[in-house]
């Protein structure tokens, strides 16, 4: 039972335009979220988080919402750049798990055309 | 600081064999972790450490596998026997300080594929 899901396997979009990605969760003890990205051949990094007690956290052109009572999450990439092409990471966890247990989803392939 | 560090980048093996990968963690972190990446299943924890005693090794497949981690600088994952299924990329992560969520550092993982 897959808690955290990324249902768009794949997302293109032309560069400046915006990139949105989402994620659903099932586990409404799920209270951090964070978006990793990862490269081809390269380990997953750290992109940006959100706390449940916040709806919106933004870094530069990067930016989560967090809905929490359809439990959903989104990514907003303004504007897309061909170096954004990677794949995007959704992941949760709840405070009362021992430490850093992130449920993560399957990801989503972003390609940023030029 | 030369981050999460892991070997061997590539195993080709036959079912059957003996798997070891290896991690050195980034110096000071005190929890350490393995996932493992396939395409069905997505990201998923095998084990986690912290201050080198494994805490939680609820999501290791079978007993085939294995992790220890003998001292703060370094971990082990071995698959005993190999199975073709067990072909994944397999990722080591650390990371510092208590609480929920508290960002993970990669390593550029070892693509393992058991023939």
């Known amino acids: 039972d897959q808690q955290v899901k990324q249902n768009s396997p794949s997302l293109s979009v032309q560069e400046g335009r915006i990139s949105i990605l989402n994620c659903d969760y099932t586990?409404?003890?799920?209270?951090?979220f964070l978006w990793y990205k990862k490269y081809p051949a390269e380990g997953p990094t750290f992109l940006i988080s959100?706390?449940?007690?916040?709806d919106k956290n933004e870094d530069g052109r990067f930016t989560v919402f967090l809905n929490k009572s359809a439990k959903h999450l989104s990514l907003h990439i303004v504007p897309s750049q061909p170096g954004d092409s990677a794949v995007y990471f959704c992941?949760?966890?709840?405070?009362?798990?021992?430490?850093?247990?992130?449920?993560f989803g399957s990801g989503t392939q972003l390609t940023v055309l030029p | 600081d030369a981050g999460v560090i892991q070997s061997p980048r590539h195993e080709v093996t036959e079912m059957g064999q003996e798997v070891t990968l290896r991690c050195k963690p980034i110096?000071?972190?005190?929890?350490l972790f393995w996932y493992r990446q396939t395409m069905m299943r997505g990201l998923e924890l095998l084990i986690y450490?912290?201050?080198?005693?494994?805490?939680?090794d609820s999501g290791m497949p079978e007993d085939r596998f294995s992790a220890k981690m003998p001292n703060a600088s370094f971990s082990t994952l071995k698959i005993q026997p190999s199975e073709p299924r067990d072909s994944a990329v397999y990722f080591c992560?650390?990371?510092f300080g208590q609480g929920a969520g508290e960002k993970l550092f990669f390593g550029s993982g070892t693509q393992l594929s058991v023939l």
């Open positions: 992560a650390s990371s």
């Open positions: 586990n409404s003890m799920f209270d951090y």
């Open positions: 110096s000071g972190h005190d929890y």
């Open positions: 992941a949760a966890s709840a405070a009362r798990s021992s430490a850093r247990q992130l449920t």
């Open positions: 959100i706390s449940s007690i916040k």
């Open positions: 450490f912290n201050n080198n005693v494994p805490i939680d």
